[in-house]
């Protein structure tokens, strides 16, 4: 079993800046990816930021050049957000796919609302 521990999240207001946090733990013999996404309400759940094993990041349009994520171990991601938007507000849930079966994980959400 894998478990998936978030940090960070609560209230802004808008052009401020947040950080999550992401630790995963348990049976991993591989991280593939993980990555953020949020659902905000009466909308379905979106990506938000991903990084591969490799490095390699892709983002939401709307996040772009805002957002960065990153990683400082094999098993604990990170979502900086900068000039935060009201509607960035949303649930954001971290993500994990692992070991050789891509296995998909989810972590519990962690609310974020940016007050206008």
């Known amino acids: 079993q894998v478990q998936l521990v978030k940090s960070g999240g609560g209230l802004v207001q808008a052009g401020g800046s947040l950080r999550l946090s992401c630790a995963a733990s348990g049976t991993i013999f591989s991280i593939n990816a993980m990555g953020w996404y949020r659902q905000a309400p009466g909308k379905q759940r979106e990506l938000v930021a991903r990084?591969?094993?490799?490095?390699?990041t892709n983002y939401a349009d709307s996040v772009k050049g805002r957002f960065t994520i990153s990683r400082d171990n094999a098993r604990t991601v990170y979502l900086q957000m900068n000039n935060l938007r009201p509607e960035d507000t949303a649930v954001y849930y971290c993500?994990?796919?692992?070991?050789?079966?891509?296995?998909?994980?989810w972590g519990q959400g962690t609310q974020v609302t940016v007050s206008s």
């Open positions: 993500n994990a796919n692992v070991n050789a079966a891509n296995i998909i994980y």
């Open positions: 990084i591969t094993s490799g490095g390699g």
